[in-house]
């Protein structure tokens, strides 16, 4: 979180998405995200990140396994890590084709389109 603090936010980014999560990114798509985030305010965003962050989050997976109602689950298929958890959640997993982590982005069209099968419209 320091580097949001202390660096320029186009570098901090640059780093950001050559994490193995955004590997489904082309280098147009990185250069895209770069930009459009380094507009942001460093300081927010280390804030947010620190508040939001996995590592302080609750591990709600056995909750989410047990669960009694409709739980609808969205990931890119290039996004293994989060394909692994809907798999041991067993929930139903909607696959938004040709996309990773950044499956809004990536394929918007995919999303909406399951949302849409969720929704029943």
């Excluded at 936010?9 to 780093?15: E, G, N, Q, R």
């Excluded at 459009?36 to 804030?47: E, H």
């Excluded at 508040?51 to 047990?66: C, F, G, K």
Aim: net charge neutral; hydrophobic share 45%; with cysteine.
């Amino acid at each position: 979180m320091q580097r949001f603090l202390t660096e320029p936010l186009t570098a901090v980014f640059a780093d950001w998405y050559q994490q193995p999560v955004f590997a489904s990114l082309n280098d147009d798509q990185r250069r895209e995200l770069v930009a459009l985030r380094s507009n942001n305010n460093g300081a927010t965003l280390a804030a947010m990140l620190e508040a939001t962050s996995l590592a302080v989050q609750p591990d709600l997976r056995a909750n989410l396994s047990a669960r009694t109602f409709a739980f609808y689950y969205l990931c890119g298929e290039r996004d293994s890590k989060f394909r692994a958890l809907a798999a041991e959640l067993a929930a139903d997993c909607h696959v938004i084709p040709r996309a990773g982590h950044n499956a809004h982005r990536e394929n918007p069209a995919g999303v909406i389109a399951s949302l849409a099968q969720i929704l029943r419209f």
